[in-house]
């Protein structure tokens, strides 16, 4: 960056950074804040600022510094272009699930991180209560190749250059990349040798500012000569700036694990990137103990200091859910939360596809908003990208989508579910009917509910006719199960197997022997191994059937609006029941080998799946299909002769046989 290059980025940054604070400010009063910032540094030192650039820079003038100084340490995202080392991010805008629309990297840096006012004299007075109002705790998550921790160690490299005095540290999960960390922020002051002016940084050393990727001078190093270093000063995972008059024993920026024991430090700024690891996040009781090093280590932070939390969040148990879930505590009691949090996926559903219930597999590129897709940028989250992804890496939902719990997580959009409702009158004839039982049994106290779900499959699809749910105890749920097969004469009833759940059995048929049917009962399992991670898996296939058009609810189904506020909500954190959902992999499970047949026999006709001889017996007793439906419209005939239609007030068929109805009466499958 040259000059010329200078003054561009002055004019682009300065008016074209929707979320910078001084965007609007009047110029007159922008020169004076920078002329303010500047008058902080002695006398001294600033014309030893203005010596060295004009060795390097002369055509620079006295407002020109001030002004560039002043947008360096008041616009991060000026800043990374400034430093020359993080040019992919971008202002790209998208538009987020609340209506507003953002811009990618810009957001982040000038709305999401702490907006420094460089007039203020001392750190200590820019945080006070009176001065600083906005949160002073920080959560950021998002996807992997978005830049957070690049944009972290910018935000370090501004406070360095807003206020000298202040006191970084930096934890992560293991101390390498704690090091790695502070050498890169280090990395933006470190002078290389050589060049044409010796003793122009430091007496006897002939140093100049490193050279940027374009070939030219780094003007941040120009700009900012106070807080230069020569290579070999320091430690690697120290940094201290020579811009302070009296150092403390904590230096600048300084490196440590969350495993290492850290009291007697004291910091202004503590920033935790990445604490939470694959490794520490694998048991509850490794991530109990990172929970407790956070809280422990945060009483290292001086009382006006900040806190900034940013990571990959891996679990609901790890110190970013632990957060989540306290905000959600707060929100839900009415009480004021004091952390500001910024959360995104790398894409999301746009509100068409909503509208629409598409599941993941109907997803095309365009039914997506995009939070980092930018166009010949190859660090893009792109549509291809993800999608490819998503099916070949098992933690996609929390490197992409920051959000552990959709890792297992079968999603049934409640416009899917709505789309999947049909009236009575599209029930087709024949069929077979069956009863799935989903039990409470083995949870104490009966506190879970039992879930009865009777279906007609017929065409290869499940018709869900009725759904009965509720808290019933060890008296009333065989009672429940016989009156269900009394109105619906099911072929057969599955209810799923739990530790002593067989009784049910007997007194089931008990029940149903009092009312005069019989109906076989089958013990069936979803699976093996952890229960609920066991039916998760398994209510994948009850949303492939919904999405394939061969599941259907009935209109008229008792329960519906319970159907579908449980299953929208499955395996989310506002789901509290999954009793519907394991009644309909029960019955998807038990059932789908017949469903598909039904749906194979019903494709052919009545002689495609009969060989010749099969054929010729069945046309002998039954007639061919054109005998058969000339025999069926002479019994038509002959019925309408024998049963002329019924006069008003007339008794007709049913008289005297009692209340019983038949179920399908109104569905109009005998007329």
């Not at 272009?81 to 805008?93: G, H, S, V």
């Not at 999301?348 to 590129?365: N, P």
């Not at 006719?465 to 009672?479: A, H, I, S, V």
Request: proline content about 5%.
């Amino acid at each position: 960056m040259d000059a010329t290059s200078l003054a561009a980025w002055y004019t682009e940054h300065r008016t074209q950074d929707a979320n910078y604070q001084c965007r609007t400010m009047p110029e007159e009063q922008y020169l004076a804040n920078s002329v303010k910032s500047w008058e902080r540094i002695p006398a001294e030192r600033q014309q030893r600022i203005l010596n060295i650039i004009n060795k390097f820079e002369p055509t620079l003038t006295l407002k020109q510094v001030q002004t560039y100084r002043y947008l360096a340490q008041t616009n991060l995202f000026a800043l990374t272009r400034l430093l020359e080392k993080y040019p992919d991010m971008t202002r790209q805008a998208y538009t987020w699930t609340d209506g507003q629309v953002y811009t990618c990297h810009e957001h982040v840096c000038n709305s999401f991180f702490v907006q420094k006012n460089p007039t203020y004299k001392t750190f200590k007075e820019f945080t006070s209560k009176t001065n600083y109002v906005d949160a002073k705790e920080r959560l950021l998550l998002i996807p992997r190749g978005c830049f957070k921790s690049s944009m972290n160690m910018a935000d370090c490299v501004q406070y360095v250059i807003a206020f000298p005095e202040v006191t970084i540290l930096v934890l992560t999960g293991v101390l390498p990349l704690a090091n790695d960390f502070v050498g890169e922020i280090k990395g933006h002051f470190t002078l290389e040798d050589g060049g044409n002016c010796p003793g122009a940084y430091y007496p006897k050393k002939n140093l100049q500012p490193r050279q940027a990727p374009d070939g030219t001078r780094s003007m941040f190093q120009v700009l900012f000569p106070e807080h230069c270093i020569p290579a070999e000063e320091g430690k690697n995972a120290e940094y201290q700036t020579p811009a302070v008059s009296m150092t403390e024993k904590e230096c600048t920026v300084f490196a440590a694990s969350i495993e290492q024991n850290l009291a007697g430090w004291h910091v202004c700024v503590l920033k935790l990137d990445d604490v939470v690891t694959e490794e520490n996040s694998q048991t509850v009781d490794r991530m109990t103990v990172v929970n407790k090093k956070v809280s422990i280590d945060k009483a290292m932070l001086h009382p006006f200091g900040f806190f900034d939390l940013v990571g990959t969040w891996y679990d609901g148990e790890d110190c970013y859910g632990q957060c989540i879930k306290n905000r959600d505590k707060a929100v839900s009691a009415g009480d004021e939360f004091n952390m500001k949090m910024l959360i995104r996926p790398a894409w999301w559903a746009t509100d068409e596809a909503k509208k629409l219930g598409k599941i993941e597999d109907e997803m095309l590129e365009s039914d997506y908003h995009y939070l980092f897709n930018v166009p010949g940028n190859e660090h893009s989250l792109t549509y291809k990208f993800l999608r490819y992804t998503r099916k070949t890496d098992p933690w996609f939902a929390i490197k992409y989508l920051n959000d552990p719990t959709q890792m297992h997580v079968i999603k049934f959009p409640r416009e899917l579910l709505v789309r999947r409702t049909v009236p009575v009158q599209q029930l087709p004839d024949g069929g077979m009917r069956v009863t799935c039982v989903d039990t409470a049994y083995s949870t104490k106290s009966w506190a879970d509910y039992t879930v009865i779900i009777t279906a007609l499959i017929v065409g290869g699809r499940f018709y869900i006719l009725d759904m009965k749910r509720g808290k019933y105890n060890e008296y009333e749920l065989p009672c429940i199960i016989a009156a269900a097969a009394h109105q619906w004469n099911p072929k057969t009833i599955c209810i799923e197997e739990s530790v002593g759940v067989k009784w049910m059995g007997r007194e089931a048929y008990r029940e149903m022997a009092k009312l005069g049917v019989k109906v076989p009962i089958r013990f069936v399992t979803l699976g093996q191994g952890n229960k609920s991670k066991s039916k998760s898996e398994k209510a994948g296939p009850v949303l492939r059937y919904l999405g394939d058009n061969r599941m259907v609810f009935l209109y008229s189904m008792p329960g519906k609006e319970e159907l579908y506020d449980e299953l929208s909500k499955f395996g989310t954190a506002a789901s509290t029941h999954d009793d519907i959902v394991d009644a309909l992999a029960i019955l998807v499970n038990q059932f789908a080998a017949y469903a598909d047949n039904s749906a194979h026999i019903e494709s052919l006709g009545p002689h495609d799946y009969m060989n010749t001889g099969e054929r010729a017996m069945h046309d002998r007793i039954f007639g061919t299909p054109y005998q058969q439906e000339e025999a069926k419209q002479e019994h038509m005939n002959a019925l309408k002769g024998e049963f002329p239609d019924a006069q008003d007030g007339e008794a007709t068929c049913g008289a005297g046989l009692g209340t019983w109805s038949d179920p399908f009466e109104d569905a109009g499958l005998y007329q």
